[in-house]
């Protein structure tokens, strides 16, 4: 027996295990690593007006996935106005969903003259519901 054959063998088991060497369909109908949904997050109610974490904002034409809240008339259930409370910067060699920044929770602060949020990357924010001015904490 040649001496090369059973580390042959074995560097072979390896890139099989690996996918190295896998056929063309085998990958093309293997699924894309994709990022999960987001987790819901709870509306916060002030004075009649439901503050909510918008998602599928690409969908409405806007230029980023997420980071949006929209203020919706409890009474009627009409979108009142949409805020973006942060921009999102894409690095274009990257897809573009990995690279998605989602608001985690939202809360009113005090006097329920603000919203606090936070997104996943554990930045804070505060937006003045009289005026939406956003600020950064």
């Known amino acids: 027996m040649h001496p090369t054959r059973p ?3 074995l560097a072979l088991l390896l890139c099989l295990l690996a996918g190295v060497g896998a056929s063309p369909l085998a990958a093309a109908d293997a699924p894309a690593a994709k990022r999960v949904a987001p987790a819901p997050v709870r509306p916060v109610t002030v004075a009649g007006i439901r503050y909510e974490a918008v998602l599928a904002t690409r969908a409405r034409g806007l230029p980023q996935e997420g980071g949006y809240v ?4 409890i009474r009627t259930g009409s979108e009142l106005w949409l805020q973006r ?3 999102t ?3 274009p060699r990257l897809e573009e969903d990995v690279q998605d920044i989602f608001i985690l929770r939202m809360k009113a602060g005090a006097g329920g003259r ?12 505060s937006l003045d519901l009289a005026t939406r001015q956003v600020r950064r904490r």
């Open 85 to 87: 409370i942060y921009e």
């Open 89 to 91: 910067q894409y690095e």
């Open 7 to 9: 580390a042959l063998g």
């Open 114 to 125: 603000t919203l606090e949020i936070v997104d996943e990357l554990d930045r804070r924010y």
């Open 70 to 73: 929209a203020a919706i008339d």
